[in-house]
């Protein structure tokens, strides 16, 4: 049996009779459990089984943003509806497969918990979109799975070797998402494949599924090139640990008290084949903080010289700027004033985003109610520097000599939001970059 999804009026519009009845088309037991396939591919379970695939419904902050924000508003507001399946279509494809809708929260331990698993990526024979979105995945379970190769000799059951699961379209199925009111937003396969590594035959799978030795499976061979399952992307500080060089420099060494310095920083994405942050860009950090620290240990935090494009107040950290209103609205909350727009994200930082506004002209988290993401985006691309400048006066009671050093972190949601939520810290507080700095003598 096959099942074809994925058009746009699938995932986050208002629900069809063609779309309940492609969600019942399979059961649960149609599906191996991913310990069957860990029997034998115990390897390639692990990994599996420690990353972001196997948590992309139980995670806290997607359980949090399905039952809290995304369902209820499915429920109350129309022109969302189809977020109520649109959601599991992809962070539990099982569930949708199975017509599970609404999945039961984590805590109930369904299948649902199972994410993506093997059994979603192996029986993925290809797409109803040239470029695909929307979890617009073609699915056939059964006895034959596709892999990516032909000499593959499986015991247990039968493959086909599939160029489409080594393909970046493979990955674009979920990876890339239209909101109802026609935004993108999420948008990394399309990212990428406007960079020079689409050129360059480069895919997602050559950097989230790195190879090296190992086996497959328990009977097979030892190969030199086995993909690895890590899928290491944001979520992994280790991924993101030197993702963006830093460069920093002074337009002199030596200074005295009151003289002005300027101080420029210099950032280069030249490891991440799409825009940083990407995906769920309304809601990830990615900031740039400078200070100038003296002798006692004395510190001043230099705020960014504004360049004057449109939509840089966004991109400029603000303690006084609320926003993500929204919450209040679909969660009921009277009398809701909103929540720091940049969380604790100090004054003056610059923000490296693209920041998310809803039909009512309001910045949001909420993808699925985003009517427009086009004011700006100053994310950096794929082999983008992105140049930013200081200017600082040297305050007559520091002591030298003075470091300057410049800190790029990046996090997952705002502070402001995660503290809201009561999420668990590691999901919200800052990841360091990369840093560089610099030293300053005084006279």
Not at 13 to 18: G, Y
Not at 198 to 213: I, L
Not at 316 to 321: G, L, T, V
């Amino acid at each position: 049996m096959r099942i074809l999804l994925g058009l746009l009026t699938l995932c986050l519009v208002a629900a069809s009779p063609s779309l309940a009845a492609e969600m019942g088309s399979f059961k649960y037991h149609d599906f191996k459990k991913p310990q069957k396939c860990g029997s034998c591919h115990k390897e390639i379970y692990q990994e599996w089984k420690a990353n972001m695939m196997a948590k992309a419904y139980t995670h806290t902050w997607d359980q949090v943003e399905y039952f809290k924000l995304a369902l209820p508003h499915a429920m109350k507001e129309p022109k969302v509806a189809g977020v109520k399946a649109g959601c599991i279509g992809c962070h539990a494809p099982l569930a949708f497969l199975a017509g599970d809708i609404p999945p039961k929260p984590a805590s109930e331990g369904t299948r649902a918990n199972e994410g993506v698993s093997c059994e979603i990526c192996h029986n993925i024979t290809g797409t109803t979109e040239k470029e695909p979105f929307n979890f617009s995945y073609v699915i056939e379970p059964g006895k034959t799975k596709v892999g990516p190769r032909k000499d593959a000799k499986p015991v247990s059951h039968k493959v086909t070797p599939s160029e489409f699961i080594k393909s970046a379209e493979f990955c674009a199925t979920c990876h890339d998402e239209a909101s109802p009111y026609g935004a993108w937003v999420k948008a990394t396969y399309r990212e990428w494949k406007a960079s020079p590594y689409a050129k360059e035959g480069v895919v997602c799978q050559d950097c989230h599924m790195y190879r090296a030795p190992g086996k497959a499976a328990t009977m097979g061979p030892e190969r030199a090139d086995m993909a690895h399952h890590a899928f290491q992307g944001s979520h992994s500080p280790a991924k993101l640990a030197g993702a963006v060089d830093i460069a920093l420099y002074a337009n002199k060494d030596k200074a005295a008290p009151g003289e002005t310095v300027k101080i420029r920083a210099e950032l280069f994405n030249g490891k991440v084949g799409h825009m940083i942050p990407s995906g769920s860009a309304e809601e990830r950090m990615l900031w740039l903080e400078v200070w100038a620290i003296d002798a006692n240990g004395k510190s001043w935090h230099l705020p960014v010289n504004k360049k004057g494009f449109k939509g840089e107040e966004y991109t400029i950290a603000d303690p006084n700027a609320y926003a993500y209103f929204a919450i209040g609205e679909i969660m009921e909350i009277k009398d809701f004033k909103g929540l720091k727009r940049d969380g604790d994200v100090p004054a003056g930082a610059r923000i490296f985003r693209k920041p998310f506004f809803d039909p009512k002209g309001r910045m949001t988290v909420c993808q699925w109610y985003t009517a427009n993401n086009e004011l700006v985006d100053y994310r950096i691309g794929p082999r983008e520097t992105k140049v930013e400048t200081y200017t600082f006066k040297i305050p007559a009671e520091a002591k030298g000599p003075i470091t300057i050093k410049a800190n790029l972190y990046y996090s997952q949601v705002p502070s402001s939001v995660g503290k809201f939520f009561d999420l668990p810290e590691d999901e919200y507080a800052p990841i360091l970059v990369n840093s560089s700095q610099i030293t300053i003598n005084l006279d």
